[in-house]
């Protein structure tokens, strides 16, 4: 009986096993698909010069050594990295503290949370061309609402888009707009925190400042860590917003919107150099790698401090 009793669990094991793949497969058939084997055939392109006319030519590391060294060669590489990491230290703290203002809002109301939910998260899942459409209308000189806005005040609105050192503000206020992502996440961390907490510190004496330094934010703090190494993410892969926000000048005045992807975009299909911009592409991807690793590592010992 014992024997037909394990033999009845192994098998039962293998049908729970078999199951289990069945589901998975299709996600790891998509993984490698769509993205293992892609990330691949770039690695290798990387090491080469390709123009996507005839085949590739082994250089080696010659595209790193040019990207990186060469300012000849790539006159606006630097640059890019440069308005990059500027909009990432900007866009981050903004889209968060805009997420979070609005999570906090739409948690102290009572009615019609839903339709806010809805209203700040239709930005984020507006398509990025009719973003910067409507974005462009709204940073016109002329005719735009902001400047008309401004005026009101008495205050003479910018250029926008039409002065370098204005162009990474106006991409951040973008950003902060978009913040819709951050809001929902911001909204269910506040709906965890037990109201139990809240009452006991009304005990104490605490008010809601008090409340909100002492208690809501250092319960968000995992949140918060999330909302950050996903936006500095994000922040590195600007692209679509910049590319119609600026049309044929791409970049804008001096290239201050010239940003890293935008420029990995131009030099594999306006240059036709895929090598350059294949090489590129690992290029973020390993500065992304390490940032993420110094977030986590800063983290930890945040945690253990």
């Given at each position: 009986?014992?024997?037909?009793r394990?033999?009845?669990a192994?098998?039962?094991?293998?049908s729970?096993?078999?199951?289990?793949?069945?589901?998975?497969?299709?996600?790891?058939?998509?993984?490698?698909?769509?993205?293992a084997?892609?990330?691949?055939?770039?690695?290798?392109l990387?090491?080469?010069?390709?123009?996507?006319?005839?085949?590739?030519?082994?250089t080696?590391?010659?595209?790193?050594?040019?990207?990186?060294?060469?300012?000849?060669?790539?006159?606006?590489?630097?640059?890019?990295?440069?308005?990059?990491?500027?909009?990432a230290?900007?866009a981050?703290?903004?889209?968060?503290?805009?997420?979070?203002?609005?999570?906090?809002?739409?948690?102290?109301?009572?009615?019609?949370?839903?339709?806010?939910?809805?209203?700040f998260?239709l930005?984020?899942?507006?398509?990025?061309?009719?973003?910067?459409?409507?974005?462009?209308?709204?940073?016109d000189?002329?005719?735009g609402?902001?400047?008309?806005?401004?005026?009101?005040?008495?205050?003479d609105?910018?250029?926008?888009l039409?002065?370098?050192?204005?162009?990474?503000?106006?991409?951040?206020l973008?950003?902060?707009?978009?913040?819709?992502t951050?809001?929902?996440?911001?909204?269910?961390?506040?709906?965890?925190?037990?109201?139990?907490?809240?009452?006991?510190?009304?005990?104490?004496?605490?008010n809601r400042r008090?409340?909100?330094?002492?208690?809501?934010?250092?319960?968000?703090?995992?949140?918060?860590?999330?909302?950050?190494?996903?936006?500095?993410?994000?922040?590195?892969?600007?692209?679509?917003?910049?590319?119609?926000?600026?049309?044929?000048?791409?970049?804008?005045?001096?290239?201050?919107?010239?940003?890293?992807?935008?420029?990995?975009?131009?030099?594999?299909f306006?240059?036709?150099?895929?090598?350059?911009?294949?090489?590129?592409?690992?290029?973020?991807?390993?500065a992304?790698?390490?940032?993420?690793a110094?977030?986590?590592?800063?983290s930890?010992?945040?945690?253990?401090s």
């Amino acid at each position: 009986m014992e024997l037909i009793r394990q033999a009845g669990a192994r098998k039962g094991a293998r049908s729970d096993a078999f199951v289990g793949w069945l589901f998975v497969t299709p996600a790891v058939l998509h993984t490698i698909v769509f993205m293992a084997v892609p990330a691949a055939g770039a690695l290798f392109l990387s090491f080469t010069e390709w123009d996507m006319t005839s085949a590739p030519r082994w250089t080696g590391l010659r595209n790193y050594q040019e990207i990186l060294f060469d300012r000849d060669l790539y006159p606006d590489f630097w640059v890019s990295v440069r308005v990059t990491l500027l909009y990432a230290v900007l866009a981050v703290p903004a889209a968060l503290f805009t997420g979070f203002v609005q999570a906090y809002l739409i948690d102290a109301v009572r009615r019609g949370q839903g339709f806010f939910r809805l209203a700040f998260y239709l930005p984020v899942v507006t398509a990025e061309a009719a973003v910067a459409a409507i974005w462009r209308w709204l940073y016109d000189p002329q005719f735009g609402l902001i400047n008309e806005a401004l005026g009101l005040i008495g205050i003479d609105g910018p250029d926008w888009l039409g002065i370098p050192e204005m162009v990474v503000p106006a991409l951040v206020l973008i950003a902060a707009w978009q913040s819709g992502t951050a809001m929902l996440i911001f909204l269910a961390g506040l709906k965890g925190i037990s109201r139990n907490l809240y009452e006991a510190a009304e005990i104490d004496g605490a008010n809601r400042r008090a409340q909100l330094f002492h208690l809501t934010l250092p319960l968000l703090r995992p949140t918060t860590f999330y909302l950050t190494v996903t936006g500095i993410i994000f922040a590195l892969q600007m692209f679509g917003v910049v590319y119609v926000l600026f049309g044929r000048d791409i970049g804008g005045p001096e290239s201050a919107g010239l940003t890293y992807v935008l420029q990995l975009y131009v030099s594999g299909f306006r240059d036709g150099e895929m090598g350059a911009a294949s090489a590129m592409s690992f290029l973020l991807f390993i500065a992304t790698l390490l940032i993420t690793a110094l977030q986590f590592r800063l983290s930890r010992r945040d945690a253990a401090s």
